[in-house]
């Protein structure tokens, strides 16, 4: 497993629950892409709400239509890692879509430490 901590860069990725790689939702290919990549982690969480370039607004309330919700995928790792996953993005993201590059600290990551082990 990967050890991780101190500086880092999260990237985000802002996508459409309805956007499509191959017939496949884009945030599963770009977290199998990222664990393929070798990444530290990856997550996808869904908005209830949310507009985009097209300034439509998406709903996930009653008596809304509650299409195409906005996605979000984080990935955490080093800032060389992060970086060098950019290219697959590019090719994933050719219809458009919205990536963030953030600094962050990691200040915690991996399993608890066993009974009597020093934490990492």
Do not use: K, Q
Not at 45 to 71: I, K, N, Q
Request: charged letters at 20%; aromatic letters at 4%; glycine letters at 10%.
């Amino acid at each position: 497993m990967t050890r991780l901590a101190g500086r880092a860069l999260r990237l985000t990725v802002l996508v459409g629950e309805n956007d499509t790689w191959h017939h496949r939702p884009l945030c599963t290919e770009i977290v199998h892409r990222a664990h393929a990549a070798g990444l530290a982690g990856a997550s996808v969480f869904h908005g209830v709400e949310g507009f985009g370039s097209s300034s439509v607004v998406h709903t996930a309330r009653l008596l809304s239509l509650g299409e195409d919700l906005p996605m979000a995928v984080v990935v955490v790792d080093t800032e060389e890692r992060v970086r060098a996953f950019l290219p697959e993005l590019e090719e994933l993201m050719a219809d458009g879509g919205l990536v963030l590059l953030d600094p962050c600290e990691v200040v915690r990551y991996g399993p608890p430490a066993a009974a009597g082990e020093p934490p990492a």
